[in-house]
């Protein structure tokens, strides 16, 4: 092979990142060019060294392994998930012809992987997995239908909110910005866009350019001439519109 095989290493474990570094050690064609811890990490990472090969974990405490592939900016790397998910998740990666490792994996299961990985990466077929990498995906986003989490860039760092944290959302021209707490970050997309991905039964939009998270709802303070203000518990107030005072109040 002309060129190593640039990989990188995505496991909130340190003893699995290791364990697979370990077991790469001493293949001249691979170069392992970094390790992530999250999946923030990850994505920051992977849009930053583009690497040609990716074991990616499944599962991690800020987000999981698919999140993070659907949040990349360029195209998807080779990628070998590395899953404890029980054998029905396993069926999806073997139904779209994608290879995983089951944890707990041996030398001889990695070792395949690894020698797939070279095989689909020296043929050029990293286009047709691809393919049915954002297949796999697809069916994930199908069958989970509400946003659990949103990445946000902030300060050069890439972070991901839990959506039952955020306050509200505010319209901030083509993209929006979400208010946590006492923290703001700007989420490049749409307003009406991100509303279709959000659990109508925890957000609703209160005006054109505002989103609320009805946990954070304290009261409905009348305004002028028939108009109503959302006052959440912090104190921030939000006009709301005629037109969503039916649906707000029907919730509440």
Known sequence: MATRIRTLIVDDEPLARRKIRNLLKGDADIQVIGEC???????????????????????????????????????????????????????????????YLLKPFDRRRFESAVETAKARLNQGEGAEINKKTIALLEGIKATSSYL?????????????????????????????????????????????????????????????SGIVNLDRVK????????????????????MLSRSCRKKLTDLL
Not at 152 to 164: H, I
Not at 186 to 197: C, D, P, S, V
Not at 219 to 237: C, I, M, Q, S
Request: net charge negative; glycine share 6%.
């Open 37 to 99: 811890g999250s999946a923030a990490e990850a994505v920051a990472a992977i849009n930053h060294d583009q690497p040609d090969l990716l074991f990616l974990d499944i599962q991690m405490p800020d987000a999981d392994g698919f999140t993070v592939l659907k949040s990349l900016d360029g195209d998807l790397p080779l990628v070998v998930f590395v899953t404890a998910h029980d054998r029905y998740a396993v069926r999806a990666f073997e139904v779209h012809a994608l290879d």
């Open 219 to 238: 009261e409905l303070e009348p305004w002028f001439h028939g108009e109503y203000r959302v006052v959440l518990n912090d104190g921030t107030r939000i």
């Open 148 to 208: 659990e989490r949103i990445l946000v860039k902030s300060n050069g760092r890439v972070l991901f909110v839990k959506t039952p944290e955020i306050d509200w959302i505010e319209a901030e021209g083509k993209y929006v910005r979400i208010h946590i707490g006492k923290q703001s970050y700007l989420h490049r997309e749409a307003i009406g866009a991100l509303e279709g991905h959000l659990d109508p039964k925890h957000f609703v939009r209160v005006h054109r």
